[in-house]
């Protein structure tokens, strides 16, 4: 049997050699995170004032980790909230 490479993103790459740049170390949970994050501010970008419930609808995820991906974004001046939907950072 050969152990091949599993296949992953381009985005998953640049997200874990970010992440590699910040602690030193690749793990399989910051590729993810990574890739999760993009795409939630994509979401964003795209409907300004969407909430949690509503995307987390739309990335089939469940909507407990964006409420710890979407302040991270928040801190990285990404995103902003207002009232209860969140906007892309102007």
């Known amino acids: 049997m050969v152990n091949r490479p599993r296949s ?6 640049i997200s874990a050699a ?4 910040q602690t030193g170390a690749i793990t399989p949970s910051s590729m993810v995170d990574g890739t999760r994050a993009a795409q939630a501010l994509s979401f964003v970008q795209g409907q300004p004032g969407i909430t949690i419930p509503e995307l987390a609808a ?3 995820i469940k909507q ?8 991270g974004l928040e801190q ?3 995103v902003e909230k207002k009232g209860r939907g ?3 950072k102007s």
């Open 8 to 13: 992953i993103s381009l985005a998953a790459c």
């Open 18 to 21: 970010l992440g590699f740049a």
């Open 58 to 60: 739309k990335m089939g």
């Open 64 to 71: 407990n980790y964006l409420y710890r991906v979407l302040p």
């Open 76 to 78: 990285e001046s990404k």
């Open 86 to 88: 969140w906007h892309p």
